[in-house]
């Protein structure tokens, strides 16, 4: 097979996350791959996520590259990667979740408990901030985006800025900011963290941790390198775990940035799934678990829609608008 080309956003968590895949994917064997970074609407437009048409903005150009033979392989960041599928495309490789938990990087080093009254705290996502105010009411939410290092530097000052000289709406203006850990690792940066929540605190969203990898269906053949090779970084646990928390998110039809957090892990026999749908000012919440004995995709997807019709059923639509504007 000639050289594979392995597509990617072109930041610096991407580049990094593909960097490391990337390796392992060659280390199976049989071929050499080259990374292409590809420019995405999520990098190019600015404004509120919220407001650009949501997940899909990061993975539609990638998804199209795919597609139309520019590269051969997509890697995403699963939580970015829409629920519904794309024909033509297969979801060939989910690899070994790192961290899925949310990460207070607070300046002083002080836990979500410890910040001061009123203490400002970036997030762009309404679940962080529906979940954050749950915790602590009296916090001043500041919508923030950006890539890892411009959101650590509302905290910090941007490097070579020495004194974190405080400018309004740019840097070293806020008390916290809170990052997926497993971004924060894949960069290096988990000296910025201070707390990481747990899951009792704050659920992550759905994929959170976890990569996906995606090829043109017919590169799945097993009697072919790549697929092979796919096949040999894929991780039955993760795959499990992601498929009932994404089928909870279809079932809800919930955008990326609606106010619901999902974590599903497999212990022994079960599969366990935990969901919470929040209103987004934090006041009101649901929470609900669930777990099954089938181990299979099919099974994840039953649980994922057995809780999503069970929070439906209790009344998750009327607490927050699940189409994910977050207005
Ligand atoms: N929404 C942006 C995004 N997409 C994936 C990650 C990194 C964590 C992951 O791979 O789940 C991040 C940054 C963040 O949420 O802090």
């Given at each position: 097979m000639a050289t594979v080309k392995i597509g990617t956003r072109g930041s610096k968590l991407a580049l990094s996350q593909t960097g490391q895949i990337t390796e392992q994917l060659k280390a199976v064997g049989g071929f050499e791959a080259e990374i292409v970074p590809v420019r995405t609407d999520g990098d190019v437009l600015t404004g509120p996520l919220s407001q650009?048409?949501?997940?899909?903005v990061f993975a539609a150009a990638l998804r199209a590259a795919v597609l139309d033979g520019g590269v051969d392989v997509a890697v995403h960041s699963l939580k970015d990667l829409p629920t519904a599928a794309m024909p033509g495309l297969a979801l060939a490789a989910i690899p070994v979740r790192a961290d899925s938990r949310d990460a207070l990087c607070s300046r002083g080093g002080v836990s979500l408990a410890e910040l001061p009254a009123g203490a400002s705290v970036g997030t762009g996502s309404p679940r962080r901030a529906a979940q954050l105010l749950a915790a602590r009411p009296d916090l001043n939410i500041v919508d923030i985006r950006g890539n890892v290092d411009t959101r650590l530097g509302r905290v910090h000052?941007?490097?070579?800025?020495a004194t974190a000289e405080v400018v309004p709406g740019k840097t070293g203006d806020l008390d916290a900011v809170v990052l997926a850990a497993a971004g924060l690792s894949r960069i290096g940066?988990?000296?910025?963290?201070?707390e990481y929540l747990e899951p009792d605190v704050m659920l992550p969203a759905p994929g959170q941790g976890a990569l996906a990898l995606e090829c043109?269906?017919?590169?799945?053949?097993?009697?072919g390198v790549l697929g092979q090779a796919l096949a040999a970084v894929d991780d039955h646990d993760t795959r499990l775990a992601v498929t009932a928390e994404r089928a909870l998110l279809a079932r809800l039809e919930a955008?990326?940035?609606?106010?619901v957090g999902a974590l599903a892990w497999r212990k022994g026999s079960m599969l366990y799934l935990e969901s919470v749908v929040c209103s987004l000012d934090g006041t009101r919440s649901l929470r609900l678990k669930k777990a099954t004995d089938g181990l299979t995709t099919v099974g994840a997807t039953l649980l994922g829609i057995d809780l999503a019709e069970e929070l439906l059923a209790g009344g998750a639509a009327d607490l927050a608008d699940l189409s994910g504007s977050g207005k």
């Open positions: 650009m048409g949501g997940t899909g000052g941007l490097p070579g800025n940066r988990l000296d910025a963290v201070t043109r269906t017919a590169d799945t053949d097993l009697t955008g990326c940035s609606a106010p």
